[in-house]
């Protein structure tokens, strides 16, 4: 079998041309949807992330704010800049760009940022609300693999599946939109017995996992559907190019449909971070 590519480019392109006529409907009635984007450092990676954004946000006819801090900006800068966003009617949401530099406390910056204003979902009161079946801001990488499946008419009802990876960005809100769409979750980490013996089991699977071609075909069910999260860099003696957590040259002969990278689960990400910011700014239309 030769998977067929699931296209987050095609996907993403489709759902923006779509955004821009609800932003055209918003800006007209006074409340043209506005982003902040935060970005401490010089990490080149999150640089070129955050460019993405912006420029993302402008195609959507969003207002942008990229406001740019030094490597060794202090917490207390940090958190007065949210405070002041939190305040600030013409920002819908707030993102800070992650990692932050190590001597910043990332939890606490992260709940400094009103809930409403929470595009990213990491906020405790949004990921608590998410928990509880009841999301109002759905992290966006997660979320944009669940309108993967949705575009491709997967229904994970009653399907088993599998995620590697088990952080609070990727991993977990996977788990808990898999399950609250009835999918039957497993969860694998680092500490994982036997990890390929889950992955065989996997209708779908998802490589949430920082590991260049980590997943291998022998660990895929036939036909199964693999969502590759990974974003990773290759060293320059391998051609310095991006690659995924899965080793697309192999699975795509064993899955019946499998994520590109690039060009996969990347402009799904940004795309929902757009209608987070869109959705934001309708509800304070609407408060
Ligand atoms: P984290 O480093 O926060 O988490 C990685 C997870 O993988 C951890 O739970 C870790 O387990 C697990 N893991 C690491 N090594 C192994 C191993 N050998 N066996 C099994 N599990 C392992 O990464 P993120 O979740 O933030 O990101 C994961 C990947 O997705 C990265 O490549 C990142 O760049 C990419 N990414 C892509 C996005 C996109 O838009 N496409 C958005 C966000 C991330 P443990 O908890 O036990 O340490």
Known sequence: MVAR???????????????????????????????????????????????????????????????????NVSQETLLAKITELNGDPAIHGILVQLPLPRHIDEAAVLEAIAPEKDVDGFHAVNSGALMQGQPRFIPCTPYGVMKMLEANRIDPAGKEAVIIGRSNIVGKPMALLLLGASATVTVCHSKTRDLAAHARRADILVAAIGKPRFVTADMVKPGAVVIDVGINRLPPEEGGKLCGDVDFESVKEVASLITPVPGGVGPMTITMLLANTIEAAQRRAEA
């Open 5 to 71: 590519l699931i296209d987050g480019k095609v996907l993403a392109d489709e759902l923006r041309a779509a955004f821009k006529t609800r932003v055209a409907a918003l800006t007209a009635r006074g409340h043209c949807p506005g982003l902040a984007v935060i970005l401490a450092g010089e990490d080149p990676a999150s640089q070129v992330y955050v460019r993405n954004k912006v420029n993302a946000c402008e195609a959507a006819g969003i207002f942008s704010m990229k406001i740019d801090f030094p490597p």
